[in-house]
């Protein structure tokens, strides 16, 4: 790990994403580390290193004061962990108590307008409750659904898993009406994400969850079907999986 913390400083001394790549690969190496089996995107740039996930955002916990300009340094990088440094460090930002409406607005609009950046399953999930899902809770949730129709598999996994904060809410409306938008989804990362949501959605309004289940058992994909019945009774996941036959 980096032996000392960025300063929470503004103007020429703020932290830089030079100052993050830097530690980032003065990080140790870990043998055997192989962090390209988590990339599943078509990226033919990306880049991957041999270190551990839990110093990369250890790091980025670190380098929370970096001004957005600087992630979106961070975010033009082809390695993966800068990538992953980048969305961290604006999760960490979304997610402080004291963060102002103007801030949260800004991050979210940096996400959106560099989604093409945001480009693999687990840069979507670490952000886009809190970058996404946060700030668009108040507001209309339009956006979702135009990202639930992109042909972009990132954006649309947005869509869905950003709605894991309003879920935290108890309001699990956007994420049934989406998860019906996404349900016959063709890519395997969609269909696990669709699943899982609407299985936590349901952990909080269980009738909602047994009613998608009865419309779309017998045609969702079978993974989405097992995720989504995980936490259901052995008699509701019989039903479910006799239907799917």
Sequence with gaps: MPTSSPKATTGKTAVTARQ?????????VKPGADNSRFFKGDDKKNKTLKVRMADIFGLAKQFTPMPL?????????????????????MDFQARDKKVSEEQKKALYNLYISR??????????????????????????????????????????????????????????????????????????????????????????????????LDEFAATMPRVTLRYAIEKLDKKQKAICMNAAK
């Design 69 to 89: 300009n600087e992630i979106g340094k961070l975010l033009d990088s082809n390695y993966y962990e800068a990538r992953l440094g980048a969305i961290s460090i």
């Design 115 to 212: 989604h093409n950046r945001i480009n693999n399953w687990d840069l979507v999930d670490r952000s886009a409750p809190f970058v996404v899902g946060g700030y668009l809770f108040n507001k209309s949730r339009a956006p979702l659904y135009k990202l639930a129709r992109s042909k972009n598999i990132w954006e649309r996994r947005t869509s869905i898993v950003a709605t894991w904060f309003f879920i935290r809410q108890n309001d699990t409306e956007d994420t049934f009406k989406i998860a019906r938008l996404l349900v016959h989804d063709k890519e395997d990362l969609i269909n696990k994400a669709v699943g899982s949501w609407i299985r936590e959605a349901g952990k909080r309004d269980k009738q909602k969850l047994l009613a998608f």
């Design 20 to 28: 993050f790549i830097d530690q980032l690969f003065a990080l140790p």
